[in-house]
């Protein structure tokens, strides 16, 4: 036993010096430590050092946590510019009957899709008889999310990619690159109000400059919005955007035009006109600037009501 005793207390003794080299209670001269009975001693040593042996441990953790988000930030984005690369299709979600949700996963959990706010992504695939379509998409998931992407996509009976997308099944692939576009957040950096003119797919970049900004509590820019659809059920993001005017009523505003409005509708009817645009649309100054994207024909006319409005080509961007 007193051999077991002195083992213990050697043994003791160097854990002890180890945790604490400049205060082992083991080395105090008048300490009668070893004394104790075995049982004492070693409850008396685990009480002692509990302390520093959680401090040691929650230290470790710390460790391993904070390197793994910086692992994680280091990873670098999916996006490559000078080549194509795959995405595999998670699932797709109905929105409406003609419009769909597709998800499909980056390579990794913790990856970012790499897209600067605005600018768009070239989705290609091939057909059965061996043509190659391409398609430019911009995303409707954030730009800081995490291991997947979003496209909201409206499904035409002659459209090939549209098509291809809603024949897709989960576990399939299509082949992406990017980003592309000339937008950037800092052309408007100053600006306080932004005016968009938006038709139909031509949304989906507004949607997602319109919300980089008003989820940044110290950002006070103002949006004001004029969608055109064929019909109500054309409407894309509907749900998001009215949801964004609920949120941010003194921020962000959306003013619906249809072509073929429904008995009882509220909003615009027929074509966006330079009535519709002077009154919903912030005037020009040098704190404005209206941004543009739609179908090609309608986006000319718009270009031509805004310059008869005063708007000058500085304070005018087209996707």
Same mark, same amino acid.
């Given at each position: ?193 932004? =005016?968009? &003119?938006?038709?139909?797919? @031509?949304?989906? $970049? +507004?949607?997602? #400059?319109?919300?980089? %900004? !008003? ?71 040098? =704190?404005? &600037?209206?941004?543009?994207? @739609?179908?090609? $024909? +309608?986006?000319? #006319?718009?270009?031509? %009501? !805004? ?13």
């Amino acid at each position: 036993q007193k051999t077991s005793r002195l083992c213990l207390c050697i043994h003791l003794h160097l854990i002890c010096w180890s945790l604490h080299p400049s205060s082992c209670f083991l080395c105090a001269e008048d300490d009668d430590f070893s004394m104790l009975p075995f049982e004492q001693m070693s409850l008396a040593v685990l009480l002692d050092h509990f302390s520093s042996i959680l401090l040691v441990g929650l230290v470790i953790l710390i460790l391993v946590i904070t390197a793994k988000d910086i692992v994680c930030g280091m990873r670098k984005p999916f996006l490559d510019p000078s080549q194509w690369k795959k995405l595999t299709l998670l699932d797709t979600k109905v929105l409406t009957h003609n419009t769909r949700r597709f998800r499909f996963v980056l390579p990794h959990q913790d990856q970012k899709l790499g897209l600067p706010v605005g600018q768009h992504i070239s989705i290609k695939t091939t057909l059965p008889d061996g043509s190659v379509v391409m398609r430019p998409y911009t995303p409707t998931s954030d730009g800081e999310a995490r291991g997947f992407v979003d496209f909201v996509v409206k499904v035409y009976p002659d459209g090939k990619m549209s098509q291809s997308l809603d024949k897709l099944k989960p576990g399939e692939t299509m082949e992406f690159k990017g980003p592309k576009g000339r937008y950037s957040m800092q052309d408007h950096g100053s600006k306080t109000h932004v =005016g968009m &003119i938006a038709g139909g797919t @031509g949304i989906t $970049p +507004m949607y997602q #400059v319109a919300v980089a %900004h !008003l989820k940044n509590p110290n950002n006070t820019t103002k949006f004001s919005l004029i969608f055109a659809n064929v019909t109500e059920d054309d409407i894309l993001l509907k749900d998001e955007l009215d949801d964004l005017a609920a949120r941010f009523p003194d921020r962000f505003s959306v003013y619906y035009v249809l072509d073929k409005p429904p008995t009882g509708w509220t909003g615009g009817s027929g074509f966006v006109t330079a009535e519709m645009i002077q009154r919903e649309l912030p005037g020009p100054g040098e =704190g404005c &600037i209206v941004l543009r994207c @739609g179908p090609r $024909p +309608m986006m000319d #006319v718009m270009e031509r %009501h !805004l310059d008869g409005l005063g708007y000058p080509k500085e304070q005018q961007f087209q996707f």
